[in-house]
């Protein structure tokens, strides 16, 4: 089945404790795309990565890295969590960039940072 | 820098009854814009994709139109039902200034009462 898999769907922790997002798509994708989602701010997007090795910066990038080292990972990286960054986070992959390129959404990782 | 906006952000219709709903962007240079739909505490479904070279798209009980020298496109549902209670998102991609962006509306809140 054609998916895209987010891991942990759900995860507390404190500030500044370092922690990772993994996400995976099986479509062979080379589009991927991390977004934050706010009460009454919507999806914004974080990161994306054109291909391996290609990353560059959304709207909100501060506080996050990425790393794309294999075509179907996409990891998201909280270097030193602060509570601004507890939010319900998404990856999501498109097979290019391109007009006719549907983007496939995960399940979501519910983040809380106290 | 691109901007979306959804009109309007809460809709509540009886059952049966035809609706539409609104997105607008600010930068007519887009790849594409795909609607999507967000069920509570779930992922996002996408609904329709129309490429910067389309008019409208439909699928089933839904149709997707997009004007992109006004920057305006369309979601009209026809002959709702109460399963088509969800939050529709319009996301527009975007070349914005060499990086390819991803940008949302903050969405329209449906509800069909039976």
């Known amino acids: 089945e054609a998916q895209v898999t987010q891991n942990p769907r759900y995860l507390i922790t404190v500030t500044g404790k370092k922690l990772t997002v993994t996400c995976s798509q099986n479509m062979n994708h080379e589009y991927m795309s991390w977004y934050r989602q706010d009460p009454g701010l919507g999806l914004r997007q974080i990161y994306y990565?054109?291909?391996?090795?290609?990353?560059d910066k959304g709207d909100v990038p501060e506080g996050y890295k990425v790393s794309r080292k294999e075509k179907r990972n996409f990891p998201l990286i909280l270097e030193s969590p602060s509570p601004n960054q507890t939010s319900l986070y998404f990856c999501?992959?498109?097979?290019?960039?391109?007009?006719?390129?549907?983007?496939?959404f995960g399940p979501g990782t519910r983040l809380t940072v106290l | 820098k691109q901007e979306v906006t959804q009109i309007p952000a809460a809709l509540s219709v009886p059952e049966g009854e035809n609706l539409v709903l609104n997105c607008s962007f600010t930068d007519s240079a887009i790849y594409n814009l795909q609607w999507f739909r967000q069920d509570p505490g779930k992922g996002l479904t996408s609904l329709l994709l129309i490429q910067s070279s389309q008019r409208e798209q439909t699928s089933g009980r839904l149709n997707a139109s997009l004007d992109k020298s006004s920057g305006r496109s369309t979601l009209y549902i026809a002959a709702s039902q109460p399963g088509d209670s969800a939050t529709y998102l319009c996301a527009v991609r975007s070349n914005s200034g060499g990086y390819q962006k991803v940008t949302f509306g903050i969405g329209t809140k449906l509800q069909v009462i039976p």
């Open positions: 999501a992959s498109s097979l290019g960039p391109g007009s006719t390129d549907t983007q496939y």
């Open positions: 990565s054109m291909n391996v090795e290609v990353t």
